[in-house]
Structure formats: structure tokens, C-alpha cells
């Protein structure tokens, strides 16, 4: 009875004894450095990436913070003339810049249109993806060939891509009103009109965002399991109840994901806007994005401070949006 009932006495002052030696004063590493001692190779993998988005990334966006603040352009910034070094003279404003941001319906007026074109865009690339990928995701003959004529204008470089458009685009040589033509309709003035330049950009990058749309949603057809298919058709229920209730439902998760990065892509589609139309006819198809580069880089002086302020609000309604698009996503159960 004496030796059964020391050795719970024993056990029990062994683990104090380590508990003791494993709470003393300074022996604690903390949970940052024992997540570095356990995972150091990781650290060092992801140490070098870390550090050139600091570079390439953080800073800029640190210094176009700053510069939003300030009053700086072309005529006060710091500049070297030869051996002459002139110093900066810019000060510092406060929030000015976006007061009269906000406070200017030019900023509205672009808003609007880029919410409208944004919307446009991915909903028509949405769209048009969901229904290509359903139908190479059936057994036909030369679906290899069909998925990599659709993946084609993914492959092709933006700007290649754009400037074919704007040749076919040409309102006196272009093929497509050359077509038009040959059937006995007036030339359409694609980019020189406001509402066919809409259109005309609108197409374009839709045309540009299936092939992603087209491949993911593909993925995510895949990924969803054919047992559940053969059991709704032998409950009877028909194309669109199977689509309704097993594709749609299937594809949330990667509809979400896809849905958020292509407007974030969209919102910010400088070379599509600006290779097409310049912004024009006039400022009709001008988005946030091209304004901003429009002040930092074509008007004189170059607002560098104003360009800085638009970009920053550019910058916090993506990511009020992005909020926003999780909190909702939460709401209904797709967390990722």
C-alpha cells in the first residue's frame, strides 16, 4: 500500500518540478519564436518573397500614402538639372486632396462608369465561362481542341491582344465594318462614338476574362462527383434541376473566389481602357485608374499628390468591397 501510494506522489512532483523548470523567467521562448524554431525552413523559403514585396510593394505604397498628404507636383518636387540639385518645397496639406476628391463630380462620374464596367465584365465573363466550361465538360468529339482555341486569348499578351481589337475596331479599315458593309450597313464609329466605345471595351475584356473563368469553372465542374448527377437523373430530376441544384451549388466556393479576383482585375484594368480608347471619345470610357495616371503623367503640372490621393481611395474601395464580398460569403456559409 506504501509503494502504490508513493508513486502517484512521485508523478505528481515530477510534473511540477518540469512545469516549474518550464515556466521560470526568461526560459519562455513565446509562441513567435517557438513557431520559428519548428518551422525555420519555411521562414527561410518565404523570407526572400516577403522581403521583395516590402520592396516592390510596401514602399510605394508608403510613399503614395505620404505623397497623398502633401501638395507635391512637377514644379515643387526635388530635381537635378545637370549638376544643380533643386529641393523639394512641397508641404504638407492634411486630407485636402481627398476633400476636394470627394467633394468633385468628376470622381463620381468615374466611379460610376467603373462600377458599371466592372459589373458588366465579370458578370458577361461569369456567364459566358459557366456556360463553355458545361459544355467541354461533356465527352464530345475534339474537346482538347475546343479548350485550347478558348484558353487561346489567355495565352496572347494584353496588349497584342487589345491592339488587334483596335484594328478591327477601325472605323474605316477595320474588318468588322468592312463586314457590315458588305451587308449593306452603314460603318459603326466603334471607338469614336461614347456608347460603342463602352461597348467596344466591354467586349474586349470580356473577351480577354473567359479563357480564367473558363478554366476555373472547368476545374470546378470536375471537382464536383458524377454519383451525385446519376442519382438525381434516376429521381427524375431533369438538365436545369441537376444544374440548379448540384452545379451551381458545387461551383460556390470556386465561383466566389474567381467572382472577387477578376473584379478586383477589372476595377483596375489600366490596359484595356487605355491601349483602346485613351479614356475617350472625350472622357467617356475613363475608369479611376486611368484618371490617376492621367494626373501623374499627361496633364502639366503633373499632380503627383492628386494622382497619389486617387490612388489610395482606389485602393481603399477595393477593399471595402473585399470585406464586404467575405462578410457576405460568411453569412452564407462559404468561408475561405
Not at 502504490?4 to 526568461?26: L, S
Not at 510605394?60 to 514644379?75: I, K
Not at 549638376?83 to 470627394?102: K, R
Request: overall charge positive; charged content about 15%; some cysteine.
Amino acid at each position: 500500500m506504501a509503494v502504490e501510494t508513493g508513486r502517484p506522489v512521485a508523478k505528481a512532483a515530477d510534473v511540477k518540478g518540469i512545469r516549474g523548470r518550464g515556466h521560470r523567467p526568461g526560459k519562455n521562448p513565446g509562441r513567435l519564436r517557438r513557431a520559428f524554431a519548428t518551422h525555420w525552413y519555411a521562414w527561410a523559403m518565404v523570407a526572400p518573397v516577403v522581403i521583395v514585396i516590402g520592396v516592390i510593394v510596401g514602399y510605394p505604397l508608403v510613399r503614395g500614402m505620404y505623397l497623398s498628404t502633401t501638395n507635391a507636383n512637377e514644379a515643387n518636387v526635388e530635381r537635378h538639372i545637370g549638376v544643380n540639385d533643386i529641393p523639394a518645397t512641397y508641404e504638407s496639406v492634411g486630407l485636402d486632396n481627398y476633400s476636394s476628391i470627394l467633394s468633385d463630380g468628376v470622381f463620381w462620374d468615374r466611379l460610376t462608369w467603373t462600377v458599371v464596367w466592372t459589373v458588366s465584365c465579370v458578370a458577361l465573363s461569369f456567364v459566358l465561362g459557366l456556360a463553355l466550361a458545361t459544355m467541354l465538360n461533356r465527352k464530345l468529339a475534339g474537346r482538347t481542341f475546343y479548350r485550347m482555341a478558348l484558353i487561346l486569348p489567355w495565352a496572347v499578351p494584353a496588349f497584342v491582344s487589345v491592339f488587334t481589337w483596335r484594328l478591327l475596331f477601325n472605323e474605316k479599315k477595320g474588318l468588322l465594318n468592312k463586314i457590315l458593309e458588305g451587308g449593306g450597313i452603314d460603318a459603326i464609329p466603334w471607338l469614336n462614338d461614347p456608347t460603342w466605345a463602352k461597348l467596344s471595351v466591354i467586349t474586349v475584356n470580356v473577351w480577354l476574362g473567359v479563357p480564367f473563368m473558363l478554366v476555373a469553372m472547368l476545374g470546378g465542374l470536375q471537382s464536383i462527383p458524377g454519383e451525385l448527377y446519376e442519382a438525381a437523373e434516376m429521381d427524375g430530376a431533369n438538365a436545369w434541376q441537376r444544374f440548379r441544384h448540384i452545379t451551381l451549388p458545387g461551383l460556390r466556393s470556386v465561383a466566389s473566389t474567381v467572382i472577387l479576383i477578376s473584379g478586383i482585375w477589372t476595377f483596375n484594368m489600366f490596359p484595356v481602357i487605355f491601349l483602346l480608347t485613351r479614356g475617350g471619345p472625350g472622357d467617356a470610357t475613363e475608369i479611376l485608374v486611368t484618371y490617376a495616371y492621367r494626373l501623374s503623367f499627361v496633364v502639366s503640372p503633373r499632380d503627383f499628390a492628386g494622382s497619389a490621393a486617387w490612388g489610395v481611395l482606389i485602393l481603399a474601395l477595393l477593399s471595402i468591397i473585399a470585406v464586404a464580398y467575405r462578410r457576405a460569403l460568411r453569412k452564407q456559409g462559404e468561408v475561405w
